[in-house]
C-alpha cells in the first residue's frame, strides 16, 4: 500500500535514523518527491549511520542510507536545472 506524507511517497517501510534527514530534505523547495525504497541487508557493516550520494538519475538523484547491515536506496526528484545545487546542499548538510 503507498502512502504519503508531504514530498515523502512511502510504499517501503524507513529506516527510523534517517526520518529526521527525510523530513529536512522534504522542506527543500527544490525537491518535487522523496521515494524510499526496500530496505536490504549488506554483507558490509558500518558501525555509524551513513548517506552518501549513488548517482544521478533522468528526474533527479538517488541516495543510499546504511546503518550497520541494512542499506536503504532513496530517489530524490527534482527539476533537471537544480539536480547540482541540491546534491551540493545535501552533502554539507550530511557533513555536518
Not at 541494512?70 to 541540491?86: G, H, R
Request: with cysteine; hydrophobic share 35%; net charge positive.
Amino acid at each position: 500500500m503507498k502512502y504519503q506524507s508531504g514530498k515523502i511517497k512511502t510504499e517501503h517501510h524507513i529506516m527510523e535514523e534517517f526520518i529526521p534527514f527525510l523530513d529536512w530534505l522534504q522542506k527543500i523547495d527544490q525537491v518535487k518527491r522523496i521515494i524510499p525504497g526496500r530496505i536490504s541487508r549488506q554483507q558490509k557493516w558500518t558501525s555509524d549511520k551513513n548517506i552518501s550520494f549513488s548517482y544521478m538519475t533522468t528526474s533527479g538523484f538517488k541516495i543510499k542510507l546504511k546503518k550497520w547491515s541494512t542499506a536503504q536506496e532513496v530517489f530524490v526528484i527534482c527539476d533537471n536545472d537544480d539536480k547540482d545545487n541540491l546534491k551540493d546542499i545535501m552533502m554539507k548538510f550530511v557533513e555536518k
